[in-house]
């Protein structure tokens, strides 16, 4: 059974860099691409990042590239989405995703298994 746990969220000033968590079970990295998505309410939920199950390749949104990281940690079986430079446009609920053999993509509608997400407020 798949099962993505996300974690890391809370409030920070802008300019300010966090830290979220993906705790996996039930994938490999090599079977299933991870990707980062972000919803706010009355938005579709917005694709920011991914890595291929394929060969690792790595993909962001012009909206975050730079400024976000998206790291596998194999041992761990953890998908980390490393954020600096905060603005209060980047305040939603961010999501970890997994698409089975999946090249990285950062269309929502491509990954079957969600987290339950986790709150990020970027204000003064």
């Known amino acids: 059974e798949v099962q993505l746990v996300e974690s890391g969220g809370g409030s920070v000033r802008p300019g300010g860099s966090l830290t979220l968590s993906c705790a996996t079970s039930?994938?490999?990295?090599?079977?299933?691409?991870i990707g980062w998505f972000r919803q706010v309410p009355g938005k579709p939920r917005e694709g920011l990042s991914s890595?291929?199950?394929?060969?690792?390749?790595?993909y962001y949104a012009d909206v975050v590239r730079g400024r976000f990281t998206q790291y596998n940690d194999n041992k761990k079986n953890t998908v980390y989405l490393q954020m600096s430079g905060l603005k209060p446009e980047d305040t939603a609920v961010y999501y970890c995703?997994?698409?089975?053999?999946?090249?990285?993509?950062?269309?929502?509608?491509?990954?079957?298994?969600w987290g339950q997400g986790t709150r990020v407020t970027v204000s003064w």
């Open positions: 995703a997994a698409e089975r053999l999946g090249l990285g993509s950062l269309d929502a509608g491509r990954y079957a298994y």
């Open positions: 039930g994938v490999t990295f090599d079977e299933y691409a």
């Open positions: 890595i291929s199950s394929l060969d690792r390749s790595e």
